[in-house]
């Protein structure tokens, strides 16, 4: 019972690690660029997609996470110039190109897509194994999306220290200040943009290559998904300032995966999943918020 | 040296609010003046300097620095030789970003913002030296986030960041005035020193006539899109305030404010 | 620091609570996708089809319903919660669910049972551990059908979501099979329930003499709506199931999704006892249909249904 139990959390923990990447994606947006991105609906089931129509042919597993980021790098350029050339606004312009990305995933992959289990995925092919072979699939995902997660976070940690990374966050903050700086407020957005959902198609990458499907409707709601996890994230370590945005999402995502699979676990009726879910978030929040004889901070 | 020459700018044109500013206006600055400039309200005062700084397109008369027509410079490249201190202290610095970072954004102006690491903690000192110029303690504070301090230091701050790197000018956009009267004769003590010390060219916009006439060495005065006065050396340092309020009220009433 | 942990601690201790279950007797977890009226259908079908084969819940076998709200990543979750309780069969009631056990069960043993999937072979789910039933429209039957009932009839008018498998590959079909009985297809894909009412218009005003539902969930979902504007034209609407006919559609050769769900009930049984592998079983197809007809909506349409369909037609309307 006590293996049953390690699963399911080995699972939890692994659905949370891979969905961290969305969460990436959003924080980059909504926290640092304050901008409402919508297209992540859109960019995740486009790296599915690719993902599974190139594993399907034969592509090496491992390159099909360098081409997921491109074509989510793509969409966030779409949605950018739509926004900055196009003078969209930004919850409009992510609305566009999610739109117009459901129909180019249909076209990509049709309504649904799967890989069959003799074609190797990136926790089955051969350098995994050959590293990881000794650990049971479900240990071998977990490892496998742990050190994606980890590499990712680690690269976008390095980046917000460089120039380009100050440059991003100033834009978020007072993008005037950018223009002071005599740079094109326009060009970091696209950037940021850029960034964000090349993340969040890895993540639908990713998932690809759990699931071993891609589905059409696997999108929606995904950008309601990051959003609560970076809110949740980021108000439980709202106190802790060492911690850094990138982890506090990833235990947002860990979080908020786990409170599903409690909601499923509890056995209640089936339809009560949403509401225990909404009410499990509540009670995150409300514990994170909570402070003895707190100020209210400054706006 | 900036000139604008033969300056035309119409609001709504066609239209029910057709407002004509300027008209053929013209402004010469030397290098190393320090220009204040007054007037009432919708004098052109801003639009001016958003004019001057791309903000605005003229629609026809020419922007040229150092010779240079700029006309077709977007606003932000015209930043490259530009300083410029807004009237609301939120929007020279970022709030969410330590002082230690702010700077680190401003020293890299007019260079590469590629993958370098952006705080290069050999500069701190030099930041140090900065701040402590401006006798409010903030050489201690490098790491707190500028959120957190007053307007007058965000601002004194914003001043810093905007004169960090060589500039051709510093505007100054009535950055005085959402400031309580203590502060904003620190901050405007400070600017002259700091404008005196790097021999800044600067043009300040102001709706304090003391300020006006204490600090600088020309002083315009404008009214509807027009100089109804321009006064350099000697015969700025001998006007009083008393004098350009009396001026001021002058027009004022002619106008019916 | 410590309150995360203990948030965390809290939260492991909650799952390791809830998700231990009693081991003695077999589990069958069942994973479907959404609340329908079809899918529901299915699901008691299923459960009766076990009970038929001689096995009794709470002695053989015991049973955890779970529904996926039609949300994917749900549908994983659950699938994984099945997986880590070694569940002895898992069933999955349409294709999301389906594609999310087959995934979950990979390095174990769990055999997957699928039920309401109309392509069985595009969803790759014919091979392995799994199988199960196809819910694949009789849609000769259906032409038959609305030829018998209009002779005049050219055109058919269908609404389908383009995102949903199962209606991509139907409308191929009614486009394949539509000239051998006369007529022509006109379809208009939506994305969104929103959209179907404006496809409806879109159809009538194209001229259709007749629409035909494909069990899409969009349209399923919205056929109150549709049936208001299609009476008002004075153009019929057959369903594709007998829930639809209960609603006004004028007529349906359709699948009875209890009985899809009995023989998926049947199979899982057959696995369950140690009769029969799943990985030996291919997938089945009903090829059973029933002609449904709803008598008032016909009549009201001044529309009437040939003698001899008449005599073997169930009568579905109030």
Do not use: W
Not at chain 1, 37 to 44: C, E, R
Not at chain 3, 27 to 55: M, P, T, V, W
Not at chain 3, 151 to 170: C, F, L, M, R
Not at chain 3, 220 to 249: F, H, R
């Amino acid at each position: 019972m006590e293996l049953e139990m390690l699963e399911l959390f080995v699972s939890t923990v692994t659905e949370g690690l891979i969905y961290a990447l969305l969460s990436y994606g959003v924080f980059i947006t909504y926290t640092i660029l304050d901008f409402p991105d919508l297209t992540v609906d859109g960019s995740f089931p486009l790296g599915a997609a690719v993902t599974a129509v190139l594993l399907v042919a034969g592509v090496n597993p491992y390159l099909t996470l360098a081409i997921a980021l491109a074509t989510g790098a793509m969409a966030g350029l779409v949605t950018g110039l739509i926004h900055v050339k196009l003078r969209v606004r930004d919850l409009l312009a992510g609305i566009i190109t999610m739109t117009a990305l459901f129909s180019i995933n249909l076209q990509i992959a049709g309504s649904n897509l799967s890989v069959e289990r003799e074609i190797d995925t990136i926790f089955t092919a051969p350098p995994t194994l050959a590293v990881f072979g000794s650990l049971s699939l479900i240990y071998r995902k977990l490892i496998v999306s742990l050190l994606i997660a980890l590499i990712c976070k680690l690269l976008l940690d390095i980046y917000f220290r460089t120039k380009s990374g100050l440059l991003l966050r100033a834009v978020g903050d007072n993008s005037t200040l950018v223009t002071s700086l005599a740079k094109d407020k326009g060009l970091v957005k696209i950037l940021g943009l850029v960034i964000s959902n090349a993340l969040v198609a890895l993540s639908g990458c990713v998932v690809c290559h759990a699931q071993r499907s891609f589905s059409s409707t696997m999108g929606t709601g995904q950008v309601v998904f990051g959003l609560a996890t970076v809110i949740i994230g980021t108000t439980i370590f709202k106190k802790i300032g060492a911690v850094k945005g990138t982890t506090a999402v990833v235990v947002g995502s860990i979080l908020y995966k786990m409170c599903i699979q409690i909601a499923i676990s509890l056995g209640l009726p089936a339809n009560l999943l949403k509401l225990i879910t909404a009410v499990l978030f509540l009670v995150i929040l409300v514990f994170g918020n909570y402070r003895k004889g707190s100020v209210r901070d400054n706006a | 040296m900036l000139e604008l020459k033969n300056i035309t700018k119409v609001y709504n044109p066609g239209t029910v609010t057709e407002m004509c500013l300027f008209k053929d206006f013209n402004l010469t600055v030397k290098d190393g003046e320090f220009i204040s400039v007054v007037g009432s309200n919708g004098s052109g005062k801003t639009s001016m300097l958003n004019i001057i700084c791309g903000s605005i397109a003229a629609d026809s008369g020419e922007i040229l620095i150092n010779n240079v027509n700029i006309n077709r410079q977007k606003d932000f490249k015209r930043y490259n030789n530009i300083g410029r201190v807004y009237q609301n202290p939120a929007m020279g610095t970022c709030p969410n970003m330590t002082i230690l970072e702010n700077l680190s954004l401003a020293d890299n102006k007019g260079k590469p913002f590629g993958l370098s690491f952006g705080i290069n903690r050999k500069r701190s000192d030099f930041y140090r030296e900065q701040l402590e110029s401006l006798g409010l303690g903030l050489e201690d504070k490098l790491n707190l986030k500028i959120g957190s301090l007053s307007g007058g230091q965000r601002q004194a701050v914003a001043l810093i960041m905007a004169t960090l790197t060589p500039l051709d000018f510093l505007i100054l956009d009535e950055h005085t005035a959402a400031l309580d009267p203590r502060t904003a004769d620190i901050i405007m003590e400070l600017t002259d020193k700091v404008i005196k010390d790097k021999k800044l060219t600067a043009i300040m916009v102001t709706h304090n006539l003391r300020y006006a006439v204490e600090y600088g060495s020309r002083l315009l005065m404008m009214d509807k899109g027009q100089f109804v006065l321009d006064l350099s050396g000697d015969l700025k340092t001998k006007t009083s305030t008393d004098d350009i309020l009396g001026i001021f009220n002058k027009i004022s009433i002619e106008c019916g404010n | 620091m410590k309150k995360i942990i203990s948030v965390l601690l809290a939260l492991v201790s909650i799952l390791a609570v809830t998700s231990c279950g009693k081991k003695s007797i077999p589990l069958i977890g069942i994973n479907q996708y959404g609340e329908h009226a079809s899918l529901d259908n299915c699901r008691e079908g299923f459960l009766k089809g076990l009970e038929d084969a001689g096995l009794k819940e709470g002695t053989n076998y015991e049973i955890d319903y779970q529904n996926a709200g039609f949300d994917d990543s749900i549908a994983t979750q659950i699938a994984q919660n099945f997986s880590s309780k070694n569940v002895a069969l898992m069933c999955a009631i349409a294709t999301p669910s389906a594609t999310a056990c087959f995934a979950a069960a990979e390095d174990k043993d769990i055999p997957v049972i699928f039920t309401a999937i109309s392509d069985p072979v595009g969803a790759k789910l014919d091979s392995g551990n799994i199988t199960g039933t196809s819910d694949k429209l009789p849609v000769e039957s259906q032409l038959k059908l609305i030829r018998s009932v209009q002779p005049d009839a050219k055109t058919i008018g269908i609404i389908y979501t383009t995102s949903e498998p199962n209606s991509v590959s139907t409308i191929a079909e009614y486009n394949e099979k539509a000239g051998d009985y006369g007529f022509k297809i006109e379809s208009v894909g939506v994305t969104a329930q929103a959209e179907v009412t404006q496809a409806v218009d879109t159809l009538i005003n194209k001229g259709v003499d007749c629409f035909s539902n494909l069990t899409d969930n969009n349209v399923v979902g919205v056929l109150s709506s549709i049936l208001e504007k299609t009476n008002e034209a004075g153009i019929p609407v057959y369903g594709s199931e007998v829930e639809q006919v209960k609603k006004g559609c004028v007529a349906a050769a359709g699948i009875d999704y209890y009985e899809l769900g009995r023989k998926t009930g049947d199979m899982a049984a057959k696995i369950l006892k140690g009769e029969a592998k799943a990985d030996e079983m291919k997938y089945e197809t009903i090829s059973e249909f029933n002609i449904y007809v709803n008598s008032d909506a016909l009549s009201a349409l001044k529309l009437k249904l040939p003698e001899d369909i008449a005599k073997t037609a169930i009568e579905s309307g109030k």
